[in-house]
């Protein structure tokens, strides 16, 4: 009888290993087969093999997220010497994924904040051990992106499934939902009727030529604070203005999300207790429209901020209740405000209607000749108002450099000369302008190389939101100027910080550690330019496949990656390509200027969807 029964259980569970063997085949036939017919440009996931939840939500399986941290830019044994590796997807919930700008994470680390100083909307990233190791899907019935110039009109609705915005803002004129897009009239906070009106008017204000906020190209950089969805940026390209335009993740979560999607410069940040990512003097111009900061908070420290990221002589337009209204809270801080910028040696340019400019002194005199006490102070003597990442804002103003002040101004050239002039911070560096034109040239034909790899993918409306990676005097941007895009210039914190030289040439971008993830929502650039990326990260210890993995959360399905770098590295890259969904353009091609060993491959990643989103279509 026992052994009766015991034969029956054995018999059981064979049945049971045999159906578990097979599911698990299955599995495994289904994922792997959808890569192996991955040619296509369209792909497809399954949630059934997604690992992302539990250990990035504070679980305990901890073991797949951390094994990564041990991984070398060496290959590992195998066919070739290429391993196939494999990455789950991750759930759907995570499909707007920002790691360092997360909420949950902020809530699940028990941070303590002090919300009042914005701190809860400033960068906080996950320790390696909690970084999600895992792809970020698209939202359900995602398309490949409306063409520049239309998408700074509409956007698909499903790219980005929020309008919670076109209701809040319905009177404002922000976005309408209409159909299957979401339509962007122009129209913000304080410039309903349309952001175009609202910029002539201010170059009126002016009196600049022709109503024309460039001012003969005086004025290219703009920095737009508290942006909204970035229709004032997105008017200004017409006139050969850049802006750059900065929101937080807040309650309006989605703006910057929005901006990018219709491709207009934009970066997820705030006016917090840390310097923005910007070098001081990066723009002629700052706007805020409504923006609801509290500028005279701890001392005015935060337009202090703006004034140093404000060039000699440059203006700020201020459109806000206290510049008009008559009501006693409303003249309380217009008083305090005029006072405080009057001690910072600001002057009213112009004020009309609901609207006041103010301009920065061209040199220190005013500074010098403030009487003894005045607050708020000069900044001590050995500040470097160049140094900016993880550094505290201080409630002091950054006088300007000998040159600067002895001109009396930033010296600069007017746009689009400005491009291509050695500019005067040159010298910071040691570098001649000979250095200079060489580098513009050196990158002029290594652009010219990777659009004729790109030639047969591409057209002239392809690419829009593009980011070097590793933009050093941002030459790599200089030598797109005829192509109808924009670049996000990203200098390293550990380099020489060349981000000014950036700013100086009327180009835009922003500091950053690639050892961590990059301010941005997932698919918002089309083309990632990393030239020497990995080897650099190498150096630090940081993980590669992390860096992938963040490459992959930033470009667009469809969008391309060109990998300029050591031979080891390429090789690390393409053993990523099949797990990645990652196609390549062209075979690896050796530097063709012949000046090192680097390997020019570049990649286009494939737009796969998951079953879940697919059936949420249907």
């Not at 017919?37 to 901890?62: C, F, I, M, P, Q």
Request: charged letters at 25%; a negative charge.
């Amino acid at each position: 009888m026992m052994r009766g029964r015991s034969d029956g259980a054995q018999k059981k569970r064979l049945l049971t290993s045999v159906a578990v063997v097979a599911i698990f085949v299955f599995v495994l036939y289904f994922y792997f087969g959808s890569k192996s017919n991955g040619e296509s440009a369209l792909e497809y996931g399954s949630r059934s093999l997604r690992k992302l939840g539990s250990s990035y939500l504070g679980g305990d399986d901890d073991s797949d997220l951390s094994s990564k941290q041990d991984e070398k830019f060496g290959l590992e044994d195998g066919e070739d010497g290429i391993v196939s590796k494999s990455f789950p997807v991750c759930d759907d919930r995570h499909s707007e994924l920002i790691p360092c700008l997360d909420r949950h994470l902020i809530y699940q680390m028990r941070l303590k904040l002090d919300l009042t100083l914005m701190e809860h909307y400033e960068r906080h990233c996950p320790l390696p051990e909690r970084r999600f190791n895992c792809l970020i899907p698209p939202p359900a019935g995602y398309k490949v992106p409306i063409k520049w110039p239309r998408s700074r009109d509409e956007v698909w609705k499903a790219n980005i499934p929020h309008t919670h915005l076109a209701h809040e803002k319905s009177d404002q004129n922000w976005m309408v939902v209409k159909g299957e897009k979401i339509i962007f009239p122009g129209g913000g906070t304080h410039f309903h009727y349309g952001a175009d009106k609202y910029i002539a008017l201010i170059a009126n204000m002016l009196k600049f030529p022709n109503n024309n906020l460039n001012n003969g190209g005086r004025i290219r950089t703009v920095f737009d604070v508290g942006c909204g969805v970035a229709s004032f940026g997105g008017y200004l390209l017409s006139s050969d203005i850049i802006a750059m335009s900065l929101a937080p993740n807040d309650v309006h979560q989605n703006q910057i999300q929005f901006a990018l999607e219709r491709g207009i410069p934009a970066y997820l940040g705030v006016l917090g207790t840390k310097r923005l990512p910007y070098p001081s003097r990066s723009f002629e111009f700052a706007h805020c429209s409504r923006c609801r900061i509290d500028w005279l908070q701890r001392d005015g420290i935060l337009l202090l901020e703006l004034d140093r990221v404000l060039r000699p002589g440059g203006y700020f337009a201020y459109s806000s209740p206290e510049a008009y209204a008559q009501d006693e809270e409303d003249l309380r801080i217009w008083k305090q405000m005029s006072t405080l910028v009057e001690r910072m040696c600001w002057k009213i340019a112009e004020k009309k209607n609901q609207t006041v400019i103010w301009v920065k002194p061209l040199n220190n005199d005013c500074y010098m000749e403030r009487p003894a006490g005045t607050q708020p102070p000069l900044c001590r003597s050995n500040d470097d108002p160049d140094a900016v990442w993880g550094v505290n804002m201080e409630a002091c103003i950054t006088p300007y450099s000998d040159h600067d002040h002895k001109v009396g101004g930033s010296g600069l050239a007017p746009w689009p000369a400005r491009l291509s002039t050695p500019p005067p911070r040159l010298a910071d560096f040691g570098y001649s302008s000979e250095m200079f034109e060489k580098d513009v040239e050196l990158w002029q034909r290594r652009v010219e190389h990777y659009w004729n790899i790109l030639s047969s993918k591409i057209s002239s409306d392809t690419l829009r939101n593009i980011m070097d990676m590793k933009a050093n005097l941002g030459s790599f941007a200089a030598a797109l100027k005829d192509k109808d895009v924009w670049v996000m210039n990203v200098v390293s914190k550990d380099g020489p910080n060349t981000l000014k030289i950036v700013y100086d040439r009327g180009l835009i971008g922003t500091t950053h550690d690639w050892c961590e993830a990059f301010s941005t929502y997932p698919r918002t650039y089309d083309l990632l330019h990393a030239w020497n990326v990995f080897s650099d990260i190498e150096k630090k210890g940081c993980s590669g496949e992390d860096l992938l993995l963040e490459i992959d959360r930033i470009v667009r399905p469809s969008g391309f990656v060109i990998f300029r770098d050591k031979q080891h590295v390429i090789d690390f890259v393409k053993k990523y390509l099949s797990p990645l969904h990652w196609e390549a353009v062209a075979d690896p091609t050796p530097d063709q200027d012949q000046e090192g060993d680097e390997i020019v491959f570049i990649i286009q990643k494939k737009l796969w969807l998951t079953i879940e989103s697919i059936r949420d279509t249907e």
